[in-house]
């Protein structure tokens, strides 16, 4: 059975910071390419990070750029949202993502809830 389950968010006050992680089980995860999406109220869901199967390449949005490293563990199947100075705009629900390497194959996490405010 497929799962990939996130967990760290909380209630933070703004400029404060947040780790989460996401576990993945039930697939290869090494072979998977790892992205944080995000989704606030009355929002689309959209893109954060992601990292390639090896680590090696990062990309990020734009309104996160300086302030969230996205990181993976293979042994421990196991991708990392570092979040730093957090604003209130970036209260949601975070989602990682799987995608498989040449094919079709996506994989999504139920969330975890981030909430910045004072």
């Known amino acids: 059975q497929v799962q990939l389950v996130e967990s760290g968010g909380g209630l933070v006050q703004p400029g404060e910071s947040l780790r989460l992680s996401c576990v993945g089980s039930?697939?290869?995860?090494?072979?998977?390419?790892m992205k944080w999406y995000r989704q606030a109220p009355g929002k689309e869901r959209e893109y954060v990070a992601g990292?390639?199967?090896?680590?090696?390449?990062?990309s990020y949005a734009e309104s996160v750029k300086g302030r969230f490293t996205i990181s993976r563990d293979n042994i421990r199947n196991t991708v990392y949202l570092q979040m730093n100075s957090l604003k209130a705009e970036d209260t949601a629900v975070y989602y990682c993502?799987?995608?498989?390497?040449?094919?079709?194959?996506?994989?999504w996490g139920r969330g975890t809830q981030v909430t910045v405010s004072s």
């Open positions: 993502k799987a995608e498989g390497m040449g094919s079709d194959t996506v994989y």
């Open positions: 039930g697939f290869t995860f090494r072979y998977y390419v």
């Open positions: 990292v390639t199967i090896d680590g090696g390449r990062k």
